[in-house]
């Protein structure tokens, strides 16, 4: 059978990214911010696509399709025409936008070429933003059809599709354009709230239940007119992103009784209550618009993808009230997952390539990162130049004595094996520790991640228990939705206290990974997908009773997920973590050469605050 070699590649925005597919299978993909330690690294890809193509083992040359996750002439059309439909408001952002299309975007096809060196004569195929959402939504997901539905701040026009996916064709039937829009909706309170647009939104997220939804009402009335199928209409007088270069004006601001929140400055029970209030209209919203999908083609599969498919606490919503039975959101549903769709678009869609459907679906995990081997002499070497001070066991020994570890209450950190591609680290760049400690939460946000305190963390769990510890009857394997804690587990506490005082609350016997409404971010861990951390977990259990433990991202806060052992170590020497695990190495803090490691890194990069 002959090869066909897809080189997926999004860029120029938000999340950088590349993906490489040989016969429809994903051989490797990764976001740039992995490889440039820049966060949200907009840049060319250079550095994931070397990845993708030396872990592959080919050339550019071998390369057959390379394709671009945007229509970016459709995108200047929107650009275009929106500016002039606001004139002569939008004048400031005509006089920002215009010189980087100018100069550079309205070339793009060119400038790809040049960035990758390769012939002017040799095609790039360019696809729409939201047909590579839903691609890699439906393609890699587990069913046969599934209906579709893709939510973000804008592509070219599109702000919202719905889909229908069969075998291997996608069709998208309808979509809800720009300037009426769910993410920048969400956006411009994230913006409002202090927090910094495209990585903030978490943020606003997790605050939400800490507060009451006092605003929603006020939020449908003045600001967004929402349909029965979900479409949205703004009223454009309160928002400034069409005309200017904020999110929101003076009457956005005098509605809500002020100007936006600093960003660092001190969080008030007002920004809370903001962010309960737009999270209660946003899960109306997509309840709506997913009701909607499901009476168009009563298929009880969703997938769904886009930005605002990584609201945890939205899908937790949906799967409770929602109509279908099966929902797969797709792990790297931001930017960076265009690349794998538009791909895998290529491959199925414009090539008619046969779609065989998976039990447990095509993504590997999201294992398909940079590859951490168990032992490696040369980066041996590297790290010893850094002060570090190892021993290498064996598997069997490491699991074992991990769970000791976590039983003790040591932080741990884990680099092993495949980079996940997506913003969640699922136990390959994880940091975890034991979900029981009632101080766990505290410790981890202030001397480990460096970030707010009222920021959740997730639990991770063997998939055979979880039933035991949260109401859900699916697995959640790419920690993908919010579920609840179970009755039986939960503790009464304070409910007269507000805000932030609730942090301090013990709300189950997995107080670490409890948010205050009884929330997790749960993953499910199954031997198949995530051996390793299975086998840990197993122990763990054997010796404590317990299958739970917290699972939290391996960095700090402004940095990009750990990817590379020295990455790892470095993280691990500028944090209060305990023990470390790179491959098959052990690390215990107190053995390290700290002076060397300060001698040899005396220029470390400073990261932006997010």
Known sequence: MKETIILGISCYYHDSAACLLKNGEILAASSEERFSRIKGDNSFPHLAINFCLNKANISLEDVNYIVYYENYLKKFSRVMISTHLNAPKGWLNYIYAMPKWINSKLWLESKIKSELGISKKQEILFLEHHLSHASSAFFPSPFEEANILTIDGVGEWATTTIGIGKKNKIKILKEMLYPDSIGLLYSAFTYYTG???????????????????????????????????????????????????????????????????????????KEMD????????????????????????????????????????????????????????????????????????????????????KLEDSMKGAFLGYSIKEEDKEVDEIIKHNGGVFEYQKEEEII?????????????????????????????????????????????????KFRESFRPFAPMVLLEDAKSYFSMNDESPYMLSTYEVVEARRKDYNRDLQGLDLLNEVKSDIPAVTHVDYSARVQTVDEKRNPFMYKVLKKFKENTGCSVVVNTSFNVRGEPIINSEIDA??????????????????????????????ENNKKRREYKLD
């Open 274 to 357: 903001i962010a309960a209030s737009i999270q209660k209209v946003l899960n109306e919203i997509m309840l709506k618009q997913v009701e909607y999908t499901y009476q168009q083609n009563k298929c009880d599969n969703l997938v769904l993808a886009g930005g605002v498919a990584l609201n945890v606490a939205a899908i937790g919503y949906i799967r409770q009230h929602s109509s279908y039975k099966n929902i797969w959101i797709q792990p790297a549903s931001s930017d960076a997952g265009g690349a794998l769709g538009a791909a895998l678009y290529i491959w199925y869609q414009k090539l008619n390539s046969e779609r065989i459907v």
């Open 569 to 598: 170590y470095r993280c691990f020497m500028e944090t209060d973590m305990d023990i470390l695990i790179i491959g098959n190495r052990y690390f215990k803090k107190e053995e390290q050469n700290k002076e060397l490691y300060k």
């Open 400 to 448: 074992e004595q991990l769970a000791k570890d976590i039983d003790s209450g040591k932080v741990i950190g884990i680099a092993r094996g495949e980079a996940e591609f997506g913003p969640r680290a699922l136990g390959h760049r994880s940091i975890i520790a034991d979900a029981r400690s009632e101080s766990m939460q505290k410790k981890l946000n202030l001397k480990i």
């Open 195 to 269: 927090f910094k647009i495209n990585s903030g939104e978490y943020k606003l997220m997790g605050l939400a239940p800490y507060g009451k939804p006092i605003y929603a009402e006020l939020i449908k009335k003045e600001l967004v007119k929402i349909f029965d199928d979900g479409s949205i209409q703004l009223n454009q007088k309160y928002f400034n992103y069409s005309t200017g270069l904020t999110m929101t004006n003076k009457r956005f601001h005098d509605l809500f009784g002020g100007n936006p929140r600093k960003p660092e400055s001190l969080i008030t029970q």
